[in-house]
C-alpha cells in the first residue's frame, strides 16, 4: 500500500534510520529531538516513535507534519499508542481495503 518503513528497503532514499535521523535533525533542525522518524509519507511528513514519552520501553507514534510551526511540542498528534497499533492499522487493516488475505485485490 506503499507505505514505506525506513531501514526495511534499500532502495529508498532513506535507507537506514540513523541517515534519516541526521537529515530530519541535523540539516533541517526542525523534528524534537526525542522524535525517532521511521515511516516517510513522501510529502516531507514522517511517523515517529516519539521517544520522550517512552514508558516501560513503549513509546507512542506521532505524526510529524514537516510544514507545521508547533509552538509545543505537545501538539504533535499522537497518532497510535505504540508501534504495534500502528503496524496494525496502517500495514494491515488498510492493505485488506484493497487486498484479500491471499494477496488478491478485492474487486
Known amino acids: 500500500m ?3 518503513i525506513v531501514g526495511l528497503d534499500k532502495n529508498l532514499k532513506w535507507a537506514s534510520l540513523d541517515i534519516l535521523y541526521h537529515e ?11 522524535f525517532l522518524p521511521f515511516s516517510p509519507d ?3 511528513n514522517h511517523y ?4 520522550s514519552r517512552l514508558e ?16 509545543d ?4 498528534e499522537v ?4 508501534l504495534i497499533a500502528w503496524a496494525s492499522e496502517v500495514l494491515i487493516e ?3 481495503e484493497y487486498y484479500n488475505y491471499d494477496g488478491s485485490e478485492k474487486k
Open 2 to 4: 506503499d507505505t514505506e
Open 24 to 34: 530530519e535533525h541535523k540539516l533541517y533542525k526542525m523534528m524534537p529531538k526525542g
Open 42 to 44: 513522501g510529502y516531507g
Open 48 to 51: 515517529c516513535l516519539d521517544l
Open 56 to 71: 516501560n520501553g513503549v513509546s507512542p507514534v506521532v505524526f510529524w507534519q514537516h510544514d507545521i510551526d508547533y509552538e
Open 73 to 76: 511540542i505537545t501538539q504533535v
Open 79 to 82: 497518532s497510535h499508542e505504540n
Open 94 to 96: 488498510w492493505t485488506l
